[in-house]
């Protein structure tokens, strides 16, 4: 079975530039979790998508913006890149349940490099 | 804010000994914690987790146990072996009622590694 691919690999940007990140979660799987993880820290929650809402939001700025679609894949979207926003992006897909927890599955990730 | 805290940068074991990696957390809401390794190149991989309402749970060489008082979780890995050498990340959440999490916090990480 397919696990949690995200596409590009790498990316090189430079400042002011936008970017588009695109995941595909794990067939079934309707929740996708976005995460910034920069070097030498652990993955920093962004957004959360369930069923094409957004569920969960961290303390980034505006210039991130992702969204859900039908299939739930989804993207994440960053404008006005700043040099800071150098880091590797995860997406996890997860299932569903009520009260409980689902473990997330991450995909390995885009590496954005910024210039 | 760091609600999730691992202290230990780094942690060296020999092969067939008991890995002990541990996590502190502040913010009494959690109810759910997590324990993800991570290989490099690799995005992190689920191992194990526990609810609140638990203080120990199992899985194979892996048990994870939980002190709510003291707001600590710690991960037992007996006995270790080399492919066991990853940065090993706690992580803990909060479950939305209506299903789902609210967010998944982590910790900073311990990069274990098991000498043969």
């Known amino acids: 079975d397919a696990g949690v691919t995200q596409s590009p690999t790498h990316l090189i940007k430079t400042r002011g530039q936008h970017v588009t990140l695109r995941c595909s979660p794990i067939s079934g799987h309707k929740s996708v979790s976005w995460y910034q993880q920069v070097l030498g820290q652990g993955p920093q929650f962004i957004f959360q998508?369930?069923?094409?809402?957004?569920?969960g939001r961290g303390n980034f700025p505006d210039r991130f913006s992702a969204r859900q679609f039908p299939n739930y894949s989804s993207e994440l979207n960053v404008n006005a890149l700043l040099l800071g926003d150098s880091a590797l992006y995860l997406c996890?897909?997860?299932?569903?349940?009520?009260?409980?927890?689902?473990?997330?599955?991450f995909g390995d990730g885009t590496r954005l490099s910024i210039l | 804010d760091q609600q999730v805290k691992q202290n230990s940068p780094s942690l060296s074991v020999q092969e067939g000994r008991i890995s002990i990696l541990n996590c502190d957390y502040t913010?009494?809401?959690?109810?759910?914690f997590l324990w993800y390794k991570k290989y490099p190149a690799e995005g992190p991989t689920f191992l194990i987790s526990?609810?609140?309402?638990?203080d120990k749970n199992e899985d194979g060489r892996f048990t994870v146990f939980l002190n709510k008082s003291a707001k600590h979780l710690s991960l037992h890995i007996v006995p270790s072996q080399p492919g066991d050498s990853a940065v090993y990340f706690c992580a803990a959440s909060l479950v939305l009622p209506s299903g789902g999490y609210q967010k998944v916090t982590f910790g900073i990480g311990t990069k274990l590694q098991v000498i043969p």
């Open positions: 913010n009494s809401m959690f109810d759910y």
């Open positions: 526990i609810s609140s309402i638990k």
């Open positions: 998508y369930y069923e094409k809402e957004e569920r």
């Open positions: 996890a897909s997860s299932l569903v349940s009520r009260g409980t927890i689902q473990p997330q599955h």
